[in-house]
């Protein structure tokens, strides 16, 4: 049972472009999502995180949009560079759980120059 | 300088073989996860250890096993390799508490032939 739906697979888009992806979810005892980063090699690093209090949370190039009644969130990536390569997974993690994540299946985006 | 250390970053075993996946982190954090990482099927959480031996399972524990007798060091156990257990696996830490980061480790790649 999949939790935490991510699309697209892949993305390819150009150098100076907006790259969005999205994530969906079902249970709504979720209540932090965060976006992790993995370049070619590395493990993930947290990239930016929201929690369901807000609609919008920007960290320079990187916004997270959040819509609670769709149950949606989506990370967008202003003037995309090919810096940015690399596959990014959504999460999403429980208050009062037991403190683990649970991710998407991943998206891995190009950019070119 | 945070850091999750993964003893291997390569191992190749045979089937049948007992394989240990060694990891140590230099934060005190008291959770500790071992995940196993596919194409297509992202990041999937095999065991997870939230103090010195304690341990539960996650979504995929069959054929594996684990260990956690100090608090900085949490160990993979595959009792006898397949070639089905062939994956990315990656260790990850976390303090306690709620929407903590989690640190990852680099990563090894096992491949059971």
């Known amino acids: 049972q999949q939790q935490v739906k991510q699309s697209p697979q892949s993305l390819i888009v150009q150098k100076g472009g907006i790259s969005i992806i999205n994530c969906a979810y079902e249970?709504?005892?979720?209540?932090?999502f965060p976006w992790y980063q993995q370049f070619p090699g590395k493990g993930p690093a947290l990239l930016i995180a929201?929690?369901?209090?807000?609609s919008e949370k920007k960290e320079g190039r990187f916004t997270i949009s959040f819509n609670k009644s769709a149950k949606q969130f989506s990370l967008h990536i202003m003037d995309s560079q090919p810096g940015d390569s690399a596959t990014y997974f959504c999460a999403a993690e429980t208050q009062g759980g037991s403190e683990k994540l649970v991710f998407g299946k991943g998206t891995k985006l190009t950019v070119n120059p | 300088d945070v850091k999750v250390t993964q003893s291997s970053r390569y191992l190749v075993k045979r089937t049948g073989e007992k394989v240990f996946l060694e990891c140590v982190q230099d934060m005190d954090h008291e959770n500790m996860f071992w995940y196993r990482q596919d194409p297509g099927l992202g990041l999937r959480l095999i065991y997870f250890?939230?103090?010195?031996?304690?341990?539960e399972k996650g979504d995929i524990p069959e054929g594996y096993s684990v260990s956690r007798e100090k608090k900085e060091r949490f160990s993979l156990i595959l009792e006898s390799a397949s070639t089905n257990q062939t994956s990315m696996y990656l260790c990850a830490s976390s303090s306690q508490g709620w929407n903590t980061e989690a640190f990852f480790g680099q990563g090894t790649r096992l491949t059971v032939v």
């Open positions: 250890s939230y103090d010195v031996k304690m341990k």
């Open positions: 929201i929690r369901p209090d807000v």
């Open positions: 249970n709504t005892a979720f209540d932090y």
